[in-house]
């Protein structure tokens, strides 16, 4: 009974209870004679086994520490101490204040651990910006009303500004925006301060030297009262030349294909229109962006073009064709150059293309055909016609003995023949043109085609002597004369084309599939360049080599033509002043009939 009314607490003690500080009243030995509530909580013991025990020895791992030195200086010099602690085992920070009374020491523990958090983080957040300031990547600078009082080295270095101009305050961002641009400063202020901060936005400043820096300013508040900000500053002239610059050359590309009729454009993976300049004529922009050919263009047009497209996607090749698109205003050629278009990874992300409007230039093309066709049907009446009284002439003159009359009339003969063929060529490449050259199927014996093909140009061509070799032993389905049309354009050609040879080799063989005839000369031979084209309409080969040469470069588009038509291919090896050799295969099995 005694002990407990010995430490029984007096009433105005019985205060403390209620704080949330720990409270230590200690005697003159160290001993505690009073312990509130949240004291005896921060020890983890209750009151009754603190009072009356000695600090240190209850605690003897304390007396090394700040508390010990702090807890004596308060009493030995009379004076109260106030210190900061960490408690390892609580992990906890207090506040410690110690007062000396005449009974010992008052002892008072706060937990500031909160605030010491808060102030860490402080630190921390503190060090970073001065990172961010100090590495000058970014300007930064804190301003109120009117002026700028603090910046970094990359904010004066963005305006030109120097750290004499900013003690003197000359730095007045008020005097440094364009006077229009000002109103996107007072909304963003306005944003400050009902938000605290402002969505970045771009404006310019002028710099000292007069002339203008595009940035991009952000910002938040430092202070409420008087305002003061912290705004982080981007220079974005780099950023802005390149925009003009993209700006500009987008705007060459446009006046440059202005009323060109060319379209450029950009399709996805799935072919849909992502990007166009100067769409189809009747269509706008919006027409296209989103859709595929499909929904634009006539239904087996648009298959055409998808399938072409397709195979650019797959195989990472360019394409180009001439196409036919019927859209809202009728039906057009363009010629289209299509390429894959690819990522940064190289990858096929879609296509890009230019076509070109060749609706005119196609047209003419027809009409020109078309005249072709009908004055060579026109021209070859009346030649056949002069053939044929050349002919009864000849006979009488020759029944008559008129020798010198006969060699003229055979000479004008030789001359029609020419002129025969000739006519018999523009009428064939009019007639492969419009898809009506006709082909009468039977069993062609290719040996013996060969031979009687030689047999007859051998005669007519004494200059050089056309060897043949080996044998196909095979009969297959075909045009006749016009595979016999073929081997003479081929020879005829090896002889004109090696004037200063005097033989030509024509050899016979057989692959797995197909009957091989190959025409060789030794003649002035192909520009690989060239070789590739040789089989195109009208095109001969224009070099001081070949100026000599007469021709219409028509034979061998024709003979092209024919040997496709039987299901064959006709391909050329040549070597500049070597000679060529150019070899015919025709398969054994035809697949398709013509
Ligand atoms: P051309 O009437 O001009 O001979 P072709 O269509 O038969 O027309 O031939 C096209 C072109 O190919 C010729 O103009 C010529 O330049 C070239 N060529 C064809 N055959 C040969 C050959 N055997 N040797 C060299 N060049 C040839």
Known sequence: MLKSEQYSIPYPFMLFDSLDEGVYIVDTAWRYIYVNNKAAEIQGKPREELLGKNIWELYPEAVETVSYAQAHRAVEQNTPVSYEVYYP??????????????????????????????????????????????????????????????????????????????????????????????????????????????????????????????????????????????????????????????????????????????????????????????????????????????????????????????????????????????????????????????????????????????????????????????ASHELRTPITVLKGFTQLLTKQFEQQGMHEAVSMLKKMESQSNKLVSLIDELLDASKIQAGRLDFEEEPVDLDTLVHETVEMLQESNPTHVLHVNGATHKVIQGDKERLGQVLTNLITNAVKYSPQANSVDITLSTSKKAALISVRDYGIGIAKAHQKHIFDRFYRVHDPSTKTFKGLGMGLYIACDIVKRHGGDITVQSALGKGSTFTISLPLEKEEPF
Not at 225 to 240: A, G, M
């Open 89 to 374: 085992l609580l992990e906890t920070w207090f506040e410690c204040r110690c007062y000396p009374i005449a009974e010992g020491l008052i002892i008072l523990l706060q937990d500031i651990s909160e605030r010491k958090r808060q102030e860490e983080a402080l630190r921390q957040i503190q060090a970073r910006a001065r990172r961010l300031i100090d590495a000058n990547i970014i300007g930064v600078v804190i301003s109120d009303m009117d002026h700028i009082f603090e910046a970094n080295d990359a904010f004066l270095e963005i305006v030109g500004y120097t750290r004499e101009d900013l003690a003197a305050r000359r730095i007045n961002w008020i005097a440094m925006t364009p006077p229009e641009l000002l109103p996107l400063d007072m909304n963003a202020i306005q944003e400050l301060k009902e938000h605290g901060t402002f969505t970045p936005f771009e404006k310019a400043y002028y710099r000292k030297d007069g002339s203008l820096v595009p940035i991009l300013i952000g910002g938040a508040v430092l202070e409420k009262d008087p305002l003061q900000w912290v705004c982080f500053i981007l220079d974005i002239s780099e950023q802005k030349k390149l925009e003009q610059a993209l700006r500009e050359s987008e705007e060459r590309m446009r006046i440059a294909l202005k009323g060109s009729a060319i379209i450029v454009y950009q399709q996805d993976r799935d072919l849909r229109y992502t990007w166009i300049y100067n769409p189809l004529p009747g269509y706008t922009v919006e027409d296209i962006v989103g859709k595929t050919d499909a929904d634009l263009i006539q239904a087996e047009e648009a298959a055409h073009l998808i399938a072409i497209k397709r195979r650019v996607l797959e195989t990472g090749q360019n394409h180009q064709e001439v196409i036919k698109a019927t859209g809202i205003t009728g039906m057009r050629y363009f010629d289209l150059s299509i390429e894959p278009l690819r990522d940064g990874n190289g990858e096929v992300i879609g296509v890009t293309g230019t076509s070109m409007d060749v609706t005119e230039r196609i047209e003419l093309e027809h009409r020109k055909d078309n005249f072709i066709s009908m």
